[in-house]
């Protein structure tokens, strides 16, 4: 069993001006989703939506060693990570084809193979 991170890319502008039904919508997306990834046998084994990235916080050295901590995300970009899944599979093919639920036209879901502590899949 491999397990794969679904990265979940957004507007997180787009997301705070969201109407509440627009909300409901994507989430109803989430749960078929979850679903879809149950009914075929991939197994979902963590996830969590992300709190806006404004109040993230960035951890860096700098030139001689110090620590910097900086507010918000280093790159100025309109899609940031709003959320994240954990599944293990056995079908990457068909995994990819159920991301399809909560991809849009507005943000692309990213799949990566997370690795072991030894560096290989």
């Known amino acids: ?3 794969y991170v679904v990265l979940l890319p957004g507007d997180e502008d ?4 969201a109407t509440p039904e627009h909300r409901a919508g994507v989430y109803d997306k989430h749960a078929e989703f979850s679903k879809a990834l149950a ?5 979902v084994v963590g996830g969590a939506e992300l709190a806006h990235s404004k109040a993230a916080k960035q951890v860096r050295k700098d030139a001689a060693g110090g620590v910097v901590v900086t507010d918000g995300p ?3 970009t309109v899609e940031q990570l709003t959320g994240f899944y954990l599944i293990e599979s056995d079908d990457l093919e068909d995994l990819l084809d159920a991301c399809s639920i909560v991809a849009d036209v507005e943000s692309s879901v990213e799949v990566r193979e997370m690795l072991t502590k030894g560096g290989g899949a």
């Open 39 to 43: 009914d075929r046998g991939h197994k």
């Open 1 to 3: 069993m491999t397990t």
């Open 74 to 76: 280093y790159a100025e």
């Open 14 to 17: 787009l997301w705070e001006a």
